[in-house]
Antibody, heavy 121, light 108 residues
């Protein structure tokens, strides 16, 4: 059974870059699926950030205005998120998840536990 | 941008049927997924491709999608079903292609 685990700093200063990693176990990330990031601001709903395919094709939420980069490290079976120029509005629980392709509905069938990132000086 | 609208809350008595709607333009032309999220936990997929249940999801969860509305139905609702529920769809014309609904709090 696939498992995902997020890791990274719990606090980031305004204007700096948020960096998170998701380690995947139980499935080889270069075998298929899409590997995505979703966030949830305190008390709010879910927001898709972006994903990367097993072949390293990326797709991002354009409302984040080019601040997002998702990358793959197949040697470590993990993928990463970088979000630049953060503000307090980026404070959220960040989840990594495994996703199906858009043609099949783009659903996320496995999620990490999530990690809270607070943007504060 | 594409939006999915859900009722903020639904209340249901134990053993009764809960119906949660998700509305969006031409939603019936897209695949809809549903997630259950309990407090302090990550979301869990309960329905995908409109009406399919992942392994391990009880049969009391079912889904439908037609026209502008998708519906998640919980038959014989149990206290353990109390949670927030989010619909999700993929929209090629939206800036945020993976679109989540506004969420519905189900109280049993």
């Amino acid at each position: 059974q696939v498992q995902l685990q997020e890791s990274g700093p719990g606090q980031v200063k305004p204007s700096e870059t948020l960096s998170l990693t998701c380690v995947v176990s139980g499935y080889s990330i270069n075998s298929g699926y899409y590997w995505g990031w979703i966030r949830q601001s305190p008390g709010k709903g879910l927001e898709w950030i972006g994903w990367i395919s097993h072949r390293a094709a990326t797709f991002y939420n354009s409302s984040l205005k080019g601040r997002v980069t998702v990358s793959l490290d197949t040697s470590k079976n993990q993928f990463s998120l970088k979000l630049s120029s953060v503000t307090a509005a980026d404070t959220a629980v960040y989840y990594c998840a495994r996703g199906a392709g858009a043609t099949t509905g783009g659903y996320f069938d496995s999620w990490g536990r999530g990690t809270l990132v607070t943007v504060s000086s | 941008s594409y939006e999915l609208t859900q009722p903020p809350s639904v209340s249901v008595s134990p053993g009764q049927t809960a119906s949660i709607t998700c509305s969006g333009d031409d939603l019936g032309d897209k695949y809809v997924s549903w997630y259950q999220q309990k407090p302090g936990q990550s979301p869990v997929l309960v329905i995908y491709q409109d009406n399919k249940r992942p392994s391990g999801i009880p049969e009391r969860f079912s889904g439908s999608n037609s026209g502008n509305t998708a519906t998640l139905t919980i038959s014989g609702t149990q206290p353990m079903d109390e949670a927030d529920y989010y619909c999700q769809a993929w929209d090629t014309s939206s800036a945020s292609n993976y679109v989540f609904g506004t969420g519905t709090e189900v109280t049993v």
